[in-house]
């Protein structure tokens, strides 16, 4: 999925939230198996589009409406079960840090740039950025980078985890198909059932956790692609996975 706005550095207009939302769901109901989310232009996303002729007249009840498109395309991506992966080159600030950062991997070129830059606008962090960034970086430095706004360069952003990996922009096209590829490797729904698992690890007590996993794991037993992987293991083969 490719946000193209360049002029505008991909960000994202009014009308574009529930498009986004729309995106994510066409592509859980379809047979591609990773969604790569990236920018046109040498942007990622620079947010909300905070034009206000786009939004004449625009008063409190229109905008809360329009926050529940937001957090509806912050809630499809973060359901979303299978892998997503985040290319990002160039700007990502605001809703477009958040949107990366609600992706399973962020790839970041030498020339990307993070900032929850809510603060410098006035604004408050949305897209699920309250949720996502003590998550990733730890409530302490969450707060630093929500409070303050500044931009995070490339290589603090790999120090600080809000990327997995920094690469030459010329290639990141190739290293985000080489991640995407290691992703095609595993069988769905175990995708689907270990990505739910790890997203709610921080909600459960040990032993919840391991409830969930004896579940899930008794699910997995149920699937055809076990059968075939623990085959194609035997057979020293590559698994066809069927997603059943």
């Given at each position: 999925m490719v946000l193209n706005r360049p002029e505008r550095r991909n960000a994202v207009p009014p009308d574009g939230w529930e498009q986004l939302a729309e995106e994510f769901a066409r592509f859980e109901g379809s047979e591609a198996r990773v969604l790569v989310v990236t920018g046109a232009g040498g942007a990622f996303c620079s947010g909300a589009d905070l034009d206000p002729s786009a939004t004449p007249g625009e008063g409190v009840v229109a905008r809360h409406q329009r926050m529940k498109l937001i957090g509806e395309a912050a809630t499809r991506l973060h359901r979303l079960g299978k892998p997503t992966i985040a290319a990002v080159d160039g700007v990502a600030v605001g809703a477009g840090m958040n949107l990366a950062l609600g992706c399973d991997v962020v790839l970041a070129s030498t020339?990307?740039?993070?900032?929850?830059?809510?603060?410098?606008?006035?604004?408050?962090?949305?897209?699920?950025?309250?949720?996502?960034?003590?998550?990733?970086?730890?409530?302490?430095?969450?707060?630093?980078?929500?409070?303050?706004?500044?931009?995070?360069?490339?290589?603090?952003?790999?120090?600080?985890?809000?990327?997995?990996?920094?690469?030459?922009?010329?290639?990141?096209?190739?290293?985000?198909?080489?991640?995407?590829?290691?992703?095609?490797?595993?069988?769905?729904?175990?995708?689907?059932?270990?990505?739910?698992?790890?997203?709610?690890?921080?909600?459960?007590?040990?032993?919840?956790?391991?409830?969930?996993?004896?579940?899930?794991?008794?699910?997995?037993?149920?699937?055809?692609?076990?059968?075939?992987?623990?085959?194609?293991?035997?057979?020293?083969?590559t698994p066809r996975w069927q997603g059943r």
């Open positions: 020339r990307a740039r993070f900032a929850e830059i809510f603060v410098r606008r006035g604004l408050t962090v949305d897209f699920g950025g309250s949720w996502l960034l003590p998550r990733v970086v730890g409530i302490q430095r969450a707060k630093e980078l929500a409070l303050s706004g500044r931009m995070v360069g490339a290589d603090e952003a790999l120090r600080l985890g809000l990327c997995m990996e920094v690469v030459e922009p010329e290639r990141l096209v190739e290293r985000t198909r080489e991640v995407a590829s290691g992703f095609l490797e595993g069988a769905p729904v175990a995708q689907m059932l270990a990505k739910r698992c790890l997203d709610r690890s921080w909600e459960l007590s040990f032993e919840q956790a391991l409830a969930w996993e004896g579940q899930a794991q008794a699910i997995c037993f149920q699937t055809e692609d076990v059968a075939e992987g623990i085959a194609a293991f035997l057979e020293k083969r």
